[in-house]
C-alpha cells in the first residue's frame, strides 16, 4: 500500500486492494463453494434459494487467499506488524443469487466485534476482536450483482458513540441504533471489482447488503482480520489514528 491508499483508508474507511490474490485461486475457492452448497454453477434452476450462508472454510485455497504477500503487507501497514493474527481460512461467506425478492439480511450497520457476557453482539471503542471488517471477492461483481454498499466516512462518526461505554462496550443493536441515522446523509459507494479483489475496511464503517439484480451469483467473503489484543488507541497504525480522529 502506497501513502495515498493509506489516506484513502483514513478517510474514506476503507479501500480496494486490486488483484490481492491470483485469479486462478479465486477461481478454485469459487469452485469448492459450490461443492460444499451442493448445487451447479452451470444450472440457473437449481438456485432456488436467494442467499445462502457459509460459515467458514479453511481448505489451503482460502487460507492462501487471505495471507498473501499484498495483503500481510496491507495488515501490517494499517493495524501494525504482530498486532493481527493470520487467518486459517476465511468466513462468513454470504452468497447470494439472482432473485426478485426483497434482500434477505439487509440494512445499514456496523459489524458486531465480541460477544458479552450474557451472549449478546457488542461493540466497544477499541474493537476488541475486529482489527479490520474485509471482503474477499470469488465472484466478479458489478452494480446488479449485489455489492455491499459503503457509507464513505462513516468510520469517523461512530467513535463518539462508544465513547463513554466501559470495557464491556455497548449492545450491537443499541450502536446500528444511533449511528446509521447520524450518518444517513454520507456518500454511498458500491464494493464492486473482480475475482482477487480485496476491500479492507475499518471496523467501525458503516454498510450494508442489497438485493441481487444481476444474472451471475455473487460469491464473498466478509471476515474479520482479528487483532492480538486489543486494539492500542495510543498506536501511530491508521485503524487506531482513525478512532482518535472520530473522537475529535
Known sequence: MDDAAVERFSTDGFVRIEGAFERDLGLRCAAE????????????????????WVPGLSSPPFTAAAGTEALVAAYDRLVGPGRWRPRLGLGTFPLRFP?????????????????????????????????????????????DDAPT??????????????????????PWMDVCADVV???????????????????????????????????APRFLAQPPLEPVGELDLAAPFPVSAAIRRGLG
Do not use: Y
Open 33 to 52: 463453494l459450490w461443492a460444499h452448497i451442493g448445487l451447479d454453477a452451470d444450472d440457473p434452476a437449481s438456485w432456488t434459494r436467494p442467499l445462502i
Open 149 to 170: 454498499l459503503l457509507r464513505i466516512g462513516s468510520h469517523l462518526v461512530v467513535p463518539p458513540f462508544l465513547r463513554d461505554a466501559d470495557r464491556e462496550g455497548r
Open 99 to 143: 432473485s426478485t425478492e426483497p434482500a434477505e439480511a439487509a440494512g445499514w450497520h456496523v459489524e458486531a466485534s465480541f460477544a458479552g457476557a450474557d451472549g449478546g453482539p457488542r461493540v466497544d471503542l477499541r474493537s476488541r476482536g475486529r482489527a479490520l471488517l474485509m471482503l474477499f471477492l470469488f465472484s466478479d461483481i458489478g452494480v
Open 181 to 215: 441515522p447520524a450518518t444517513a446523509e454520507l456518500p454511498v459507494v458500491a464494493a464492486t471489482g473482480r475475482i482477487g479483489d480485496v476491500f479492507l475496511c475499518h471496523p467501525f464503517l458503516v454498510h450494508s447488503a442489497q438485493a441481487h439484480r444481476g444474472r
